[in-house]
């Protein structure tokens, strides 16, 4: 009789050696899925936020991106502007240098040459 409860007694705890290992796999197991999700969060909001980033920055290049086109339109406005003027004053010029030739030619009664601009 004793020899059977000492039997029965080594068998359970075997049993319970087993059942302890199976536990500490089944924690391993879990400590390992756990760090997988942190991961997983980790990586979602890293993801997140590189997304928030693009769309900022994009925002940002389309904001300076008109400001640089409403920069090169005044420019070239003002460069028209300028040029219109520096023509107007050619013409300006040369009508007065015509009206000088005319104007030098009736007091010396030379022939007025003859301007082809």
């Known amino acids: 009789m ?13 049993k319970l050696k087993a059942v302890q290992s199976a536990i500490a796999l089944k924690e391993k197991e879990l400590q390992e899925l756990y760090e997988i999700e942190r991961s997983a969060v980790t990586l979602a909001a890293l993801i997140e936020a590189q997304h928030q980033k693009r769309q900022d920055f994009e925002l940002e290049m389309g904001q300076k991106k008109e400001m640089l086109t409403q920069d090169i ?6 460069w028209e502007r300028e040029r219109n003027e520096y023509e107007e004053e050619k013409r300006r010029e040369r009508r007065l240098k015509r009206k000088g030739e005319i104007e030098n030619a009736k007091s010396t009664s030379m022939p007025l040459k003859e301007n082809k601009s």
């Open 73 to 78: 339109e005044a420019l070239r406005a003002e």
């Open 2 to 14: 004793l020899a059977q409860i000492s039997d029965r007694l080594e068998d359970e705890i075997n």
